[in-house]
């Protein structure tokens, strides 16, 4: 056995188990899939397999296995080994070994238990690379469900035993299987050649590679978890639920540390990377998804939803507005209620008021679109003022066309500006105008009918 003394230049390979069904979620989207803030399970796990460094993944798939692959289908380097039927994590284990290369270590992972931290994964592969079998433990207060960890005496593991397996001793055991071992490829494939599943749940158990290793002499280190919810697995929407609730404390204690104000940190839900600046203020009941940032000095008031957009110095973002894929400039203020879409950028100091919508809109320094306005498509110069509600219309039923607003333009309320026009610098548009053709600059443009006042007239009355 050449593997077991390569000490550390051993190749690491990590298998992640991700065939079981998780009838427990009742739901169509494989557990793997499921989301925890924002991205799936799987993905946290793969996240933590890419800081490990290691030379080959393979991800065991079984339920939805098709589904599970095209989710992933943009990590080029991942291998996928199918499972079918599933008949127990020895056995799944055993389907990613032909894609092991010899003389390495293996780490094994699961899908469903998203958090273990690379940190306490990397001790467990030098242990392997030193040609020892590792296992990850974790103390619980209600240990249920889980694998035992048997020890002899003097404190060597000895083995681990299934629940379902155990007896009442073992059942009092509270030093649990977390799942997640390592051990050199060439030990492995020998001991899951000798697995059986004369066991109460007539599986293949991964967890019996321990007694194997004890009685070929190989030595087998645990090391304990301190933090449990690192190693919790998902089986059902609760264990989902709370590990949501963990994962967006530590965000919020990490922005919280990094000088963020928060006015709650138990209401904030971070779906990706929020990125701050100093004195960042972040009011409660908003959501953060995709890539964030928040410049410093912005503010966010409450139940605010920013996916992918970029605050400016100083702007602030007043309540229940919903901001995605735009840029806002420093000093901007935006909202209540105002709805900025893909592809809008906003200058210093624009301000974007209530019930207003930007669509691939660009709008200069200074501009303002204070009330109940649609403005798609448009390019809007410096200091323009768009009046309360006017509308950029920019689709004809078939195609979209593009406005052009230059500077220092003011469009009048209730004005519709039907694309494709340009409004020259300067000009003004009179309240309640329809234009569609270009509007000269500096001057007054209406086009509205003339108002009437009909003498003699009488309001009708009710008859008898
Ligand atoms: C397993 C461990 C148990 C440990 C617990 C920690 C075994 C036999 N038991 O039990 O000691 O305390 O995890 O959470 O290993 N999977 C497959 N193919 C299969 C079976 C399972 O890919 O045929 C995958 C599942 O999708 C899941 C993982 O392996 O990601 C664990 O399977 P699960 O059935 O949840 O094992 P537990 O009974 O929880
Ligand atoms: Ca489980």
């Not at 469903?112 to 690379?129: G, T």
């Not at 229940?320 to 200058?347: K, Q, W």
């Not at 694309?419 to 600059?441: F, L, N, Q, R, Y």
Request: charged content about 20%; some cysteine.
């Amino acid at each position: 056995m050449t593997t077991a003394t390569t000490p550390s230049s051993a190749t690491l390979s990590v298998v992640v188990l991700a065939a079981g069904k998780g009838t427990r979620m009742r739901s169509d989207l494989p557990k793997v899939l499921q989301p925890l803030a924002g991205k799936p399970l799987l993905g946290h796990v793969l996240d933590t397999v890419h800081q490990l460094a290691a030379e080959r993944a393979v991800v065991v798939t079984g339920f939805g296995a098709q589904r599970v692959q095209e989710a992933f289908a943009h990590q080029p380097h991942l291998r996928f080994a199918l499972q079918e039927p599933q008949l127990g994590t020895g056995h799944a284990v055993q389907q990613a070994l032909p894609d092991l290369p010899d003389g390495g270590v293996c780490l094994v992972l699961y899908g469903d238990v998203p958090l273990a931290p690379a940190a306490s994964l990397l001790p467990l592969v030098a242990e392997a690379q030193a040609g020892a079998l590792a296992l990850l433990t974790v103390e619980l207060d209600d240990p249920t469900g889980y694998g035992r960890i048997l020890r002899s005496a003097d404190g060597a593991v000895q083995g681990i035993v299934e629940h379902k397996d155990a007896t009442p001793a073992q059942r009092a055991v509270r030093e649990c299987n977390t799942g997640i071992l390592c051990a050199p490829v060439a030990h492995l494939r020998r001991w899951l050649g000798q697995l059986r599943n004369d066991n109460a749940q007539g599986e293949y158990y991964l967890t019996d590679v321990v007694a194997l290793a004890v009685a070929d002499g190989v030595p087998v280190r645990a090391a304990t978890v301190t933090d449990a919810d690192d190693v919790l697995g998902v089986n059902d929407r609760s264990q989902l639920a709370h590990l949501e609730r963990v994962v967006q404390q530590r965000a919020a204690r990490r922005l919280l540390d990094a000088g963020v104000t928060l006015a709650d940190p138990a209401r904030l839900d971070v779906r990706g990377a929020l990125h701050c600046g100093r004195d960042v203020f972040i009011d409660v009941g908003c959501v953060f998804e995709g890539e964030v940032h928040l410049a410093d000095g912005a503010r966010v008031g409450p139940y605010a939803v920013l996916r992918d957009v970029r605050v400016g110095a100083g702007a602030v973002v007043h309540p229940f507005c919903h901001l995605d894929g735009a840029s806002i400039g420093a000093g901007a203020l935006i909202g209540p209620f105002a709805r900025l879409r893909p592809t809008t950028a906003l200058a210093d100091g624009v301000h974007i008021g209530n019930f207003v919508e930007v669509k691939n809109g660009t709008l200069g320094p200074g501009s303002k679109a204070n009330h109940l306005s649609y403005v798609g498509d448009a390019t809007v110069g410096a200091r323009v003022n768009i009046g309360a509600g006017t509308i950029v219309a920019n689709y004809d039923g078939a195609n979209k066309h593009r406005t052009v607003i230059e500077d220092d333009a003011h469009t009048g309320s209730n004005s519709v500006l039907v694309a494709p026009i340009t409004v020259g610098a300067g000009a003004t548009i009179g309240a309640g105008s329809t234009v569609s053709k270009d509007v000269p600059p500096g001057k007054l443009t209406v086009a509205r009918a003339r108002a009437v006042t009909l003498d003699g007239w009488t309001r009708p009355v009710k008859k008898k």
